[in-house]
Each structure stands twice: as structure tokens, then as C-alpha cells.
């Protein structure tokens, strides 16, 4: 549906984790998302919302648009108490509401919201992992009933929800009971800059040997925690050399939160097996990437699946869990497993190990598949949630 076009709108944009610079999903997502947005023009007042500088390089819309909320210099424990949550979004935030007269107001679903000042209200959604049936091994119980708290606090309080995905719209709709014609889908966008596949051969094995990669491997990328199912990729990978292919499980991660019995799973296999090398250099990963014989991913419960979508970009055949966000943003261009199968993944690694055309299809496949995600479609899309909600309020 098209919208009229809305001139002259206030808009703030809640950025203050994103500006942390943390490499993980949600932050990096937000910091591409804005960057992009601040690239559209128009007569918009645009307030880009943090508590200390800006550390995000952008357009010069997003470097004039930044406004530095610090937070308050003292009575922060005692305000926490109070307000049940971090003073600076429930009530710093909520005072410049106020003063500022925002038309729409722009946050993650899963952070607190502004107790009062607010008009019209645009959240983003990025995941309900928190609230699936095996939750409770994924993350701590205290954690859970806090991201539960806000994203129902704001999904209810928004004049417009944006989900990442098709699925998480509809996990936002069956757990919150929200009508599905208030939600809108703004898939994310990968950055084609760094993730192609057109990457000098000795820069790859350059790379390849600072991070000690003697062999042939699949890699995985993101923090290990249960839901990325560590442990089944192992046992996979594990199977498929002792059938005689010799292909090494690379990953590339963080240490999340009860990461213990994954990193168990990876210290106690063979070191031609998998290896963990760590969070690697932003520089260095769509290297390890494009030097991959196939990305794997086969986690549990994925809102959208970025790392599989930069991985096709790269010109890298994916391996994939036929479940949630990655099912959906892989679609035909991937093959797709059950995450639980250690012998169906095991097979894949074969299949595309010892199939060069099967390999050349994929990365056709993937290619072009990758061409449909950008950060311009998801800044435009979201610009038209922000439209919609001041028309709609």
C-alpha cells in the first residue's frame, strides 16, 4: 500500500545502542539501518537519539542530526528503582519527548520505552528467541522476563510494529495477539561494499594463514550460544570426515551467554574438526568468508540470518536450518536441513564438497537472491512505517 507522503515531519530515532559500536546483530543491523535512513532526503527534522557522541560514520544528515541526551548526572540507582528500568530511556528520553514534540518516535522493540511524552511510535522488531519453547536453555530466566516485559510494553504502545522478517511478524502477531495489518516487514539489507565476491586469491590466503587455516572449511559466524546448535555442527562435521571429506568447521564468534557446553563441544573434538577462532577483525571477516568452502549455519530460532545473507553476497554456497529467519532469508538459493539432524547436515558438507556443479548452481543461486536485500529497501521501508504512523495516530 502507498502512502501520502508526510512533509515537514519531527522525528526521533533511539540509537543509543547502536552507538555503543557492540558487534553484535541487533546494534550492527541498527547502525546499517540508520545510516541508510539518513540518506534519504526530505524536509524532515530528523533527531538521532544517544548519550555520548556519535561514533557512527554516516552521511552528514546523521552527523547534524545527532542529539547527545546525557544522562542524569546523579540519582540514576534511586530513578532505576522507581521506574523499573534504565532512567535514561523511561525518563530522560521522555522529558525531550516533551519539549521536542516529536510527530513519530523511532526504538528497538526490545528496549525500555519512554514512560510519557510520546505521540505516535514506530518499534522494530528483531527477534522473539526469548519466548520459544526452549527458551529457558538459551537464555537466563531474569532476561527472558525483561525482553518479554518491553517488547510487549512497546509492540502494544506502537501505532506501527517493523519486523525483520515474515516470521518474526507472525511470532509478533501470535504472542501479543497484535493485528497483523498494524505490523510491516522491513528486511534487512547487506553491505555489498565489504561482502562480495571479488576478493583478491592472496589477500584470502593471507588471511587465511594469520588465522592458522591450513585446510579446506565450512565457517560459521555469530556468538556462540545454545540456540546456534554448536554442538550438532560438530558432530555433523565430525561424521563427515570420518566418510572422507576433509573439510574443517571454522568458527567465528564471540563467547555469549551459556556458552559452556557449546565451547565443550568444540575443545573436545579433534582440532582438524572445528576450530574457534574467536571474534576476528572487521576487516578479516568477509575474507574468512569468501575463502570458505560453504557457510553453515543450522541455529535455532533465527530472526533474520544476516550472516547467511553477507555469505551469498560473498559468492559462498549456505548451508542452512530449514527453520525460522534463515529458512526464510536463504529461500531456494541455500540447501536447507533439519537443525537437529547431524546425518542431513553431514550430507550437505558432502554434497557441495564433491559437486562442483551443484556448488556453481548455489552461488549463482545465492548471488542473485542476495541482490533483494538492501539497506536502501530497508531504510525506504521504514520511512514508510514513519509515515504511516503520523497518519495513523
Known sequence: MVWERQADMRVAVNI???????????????????????????????????????????SENLLHGARVLRPFPAG????????????????????????????????????PPPSFGIGARVVIVHDLAFIHPDAQENFDGALIAELDRWTAVNVHAATIVVAVSDVVARDVARRYGISPTKILTAHHGVDSKRFHPNYDAQEIAVCR????????????????????????????????QSQGVGMQLVIAGAGGWKSESSIDAIEQADPAVARWIGRVAEGDLPLLIAGATAFISVARDEGFGMPALEAMASGVPVIAADDAG?????????????????????????????????????????????EAFTWKAAAHNVWGAIERACVSF
Request: charged residues 25%; hydrophobic residues 40%.
Open 76 to 111: 540514576n540507582r534511586v530513578l532505576r528503582g522507581i521506574l523499573e528500568a534504565d532512567p535514561w530511556y523511561r525518563l530522560r528520553v521522555a522529558i525531550q519527548g516533551l519539549l521536542r514534540r516529536w510527530d513519530v518516535y523511532v526504538q528497538s522493540a526490545h528496549e
Open 326 to 370: 534463515l529458512a526464510e532469508v536463504v529461500g531456494e538459493a541455500g540447501l536447507l536441513v533439519n537443525p537437529e539432524d547431524p546425518d542431513a547436515i553431514s550430507s550437505a558438507i558432502a554434497r557441495l564438497s564433491g559437486d562442483q556443479q551443484l556448488r556453481s548452481d548455489m552461488i549463482s543461486r545465492g548471488l542473485k537472491r542476495a
Open 209 to 240: 594463514r594469520r588465522h592458522h587455516i591450513e585446510s579446506d572449511y565450512v565457517i560459521f559466524v555469530g556468538t556462540i550460544q545454545p540456540r546456534k546448535n554448536i554442538p550438532t555442527l560438530v558432530e555433523a562435521v565430525t561424521r563427515s
Open 16 to 58: 543509543r545502542n547502536a552507538n555503543l559500536g557492540i558487534p553484535d546483530g541487533h546494534g550492527g543491523s541498527m547502525r546499517a539501518l540508520v545510516r541508510e535512513m539518513a540518506k534519504i532526503p526530505g524536509d524532515h527534522m530528523v533527531e538521532y537519539l544517544c548519550d555520548a557522541p556519535l561514533r557512527l560514520a554516516g
